[in-house]
Each structure stands twice: as structure tokens, then as C-alpha cells.
Nanobody, 117 residues
Framework: QVQLVESGGGLVQAGRSLRLPCAASGSIFSISAMGWYRQAPGKQRELVAW?????????AEFVKGRFTISRNNAKNTVSVSLQMNSLKPEDTAVYYC?????????WGQGTQVTVSS
């Protein structure tokens, strides 16, 4: 099993930046990919960005050029970060860290990001 803890959310003005770190614990060496999803009020949860253990990345079209996902594999820890630049009010959502391990998805508790205009 894997436990995920996100941080870094908050209130920010449009055009500014935020960084969302997510730390994984547990069976971290079996994690094959990690990513970030988001869910805005009244909308379905959607994929934002994804990074595999080999470093391959995927970005949703609506964040390309603005968001960057990175992964850090230390000796006993695995973490993933989402650097969000040029934030827009429509980026307002709860952001969830996600990990894929042995065909199963694990989720963090979510962190609120609010972008004011």
C-alpha cells in the first residue's frame, strides 16, 4: 500500500504561481507512476499531469506550457511536485495526488487551490 500526503495549496491571484508537493510512503518502490488530478465544484475529476517511474510525462492540454510535473526518488522516499505558473481562475479546484501501484490507484486527501481574478 501507499500513503500520499499533499501540501502547498492556497489562495493566489491570477497570473501567480504555486507549487504542490506530494510525498509518498509505504511500498514506494513498487510505484510505477504518479500524477495530479483536480476536481472543480460541480465537475468531474480530471487528469492534470502524470509522470512515470522512467520520467515520461503527460500533460492535459489546458495546462501545457504552464504546469510542470517532477518526481524525486530518494533513498527511502518518493515525491512528486506540480509547479503551477500563470494560474487562471479556472484552475480553481481541489488537487489530488495519485499513484499507480500494481494496477491499483491510490489517492491523497486533496489540497484546495483557489485562483482569484
Amino acid at each position: 500500500q501507499v500513503q500520499l500526503v499533499e501540501s502547498g495549496g492556497g489562495l493566489v491571484q491570477a497570473g501567480r504561481s504555486l507549487r504542490l508537493p506530494c510525498a509518498a510512503s509505504g511500498s514506494i518502490f513498487s510505484i510505477s507512476a504518479m500524477g495530479w488530478y483536480r476536481q472543480a465544484p460541480g465537475k468531474q475529476r480530471e487528469l492534470v499531469a502524470w509522470i512515470t517511474s522512467g520520467g515520461n510525462t503527460y500533460y492535459a492540454e489546458f495546462v501545457k506550457g504552464r504546469f510542470t510535473i517532477s518526481r524525486n526518488n530518494a533513498k527511502n522516499t518518493v515525491s512528486v511536485s506540480l509547479q503551477m505558473n500563470s494560474l487562471k481562475p479556472e484552475d480553481t479546484a481541489v488537487y489530488y495526488c495519485n499513484a499507480l501501484l500494481s494496477g491499483r490507484f491510490y489517492w491523497g486527501q486533496g489540497t484546495q487551490v483557489t485562483v482569484s481574478s
